[in-house]
């Protein structure tokens, strides 16, 4: 059985940090692009971050240079660091993991987590 169980949310004030953590299990994730979604109230679903196998990355604009995202193979384990957090980025955040050539294409992931609550006060 497929799982990923995201961890590392919480509350913390704007201009905080925290880290993201997914780890995966139930089969083996190699070539498979790993992704961080997240959706604030009355809001859709967002993209938010992908790394593929390779270690190659991709970011929405509203999160590049605050949040990287990084990837251990060997755990089968992504993260995804949160700086410089602003109560915008105030939302449920979900891991996802699939093998899609468009790593912001939500309908490409196969598998997703139950997501992790992140509040971020002003």
């Known amino acids: 059985q497929v799982q990923l169980v995201e961890s590392g949310g919480g509350l913390v004030q704007a201009g905080g940090s925290l880290r993201l953590s997914c780890a995966a299990s139930g089969r083996t994730f190699s070539n498979y692009v790993m992704g961080w979604f997240r959706q604030a109230p009355g809001k859709e679903r967002e993209f938010v971050a992908a790394?593929?196998?390779?270690?190659?990355?991709y970011y929405a604009n509203s999160v590049k240079g605050r949040f990287p995202i990084s990837r251990d193979n060997a755990k089968n384990t992504v993260y995804l660091q949160m700086n410089s957090l602003k109560p915008e980025d105030t939302a449920v955040y979900y891991c996802?993991?699939?093998?899609?050539?468009?790593?912001?294409?939500?309908?490409?992931?196969?598998?997703w987590g139950q997501g992790t609550q992140v509040t971020v006060s002003s």
């Open positions: 996802a993991a699939g093998r899609g050539l468009r790593p912001g294409d939500q309908s490409l992931y196969e598998y």
């Open positions: 790394i593929r196998w390779s270690g190659s990355t």
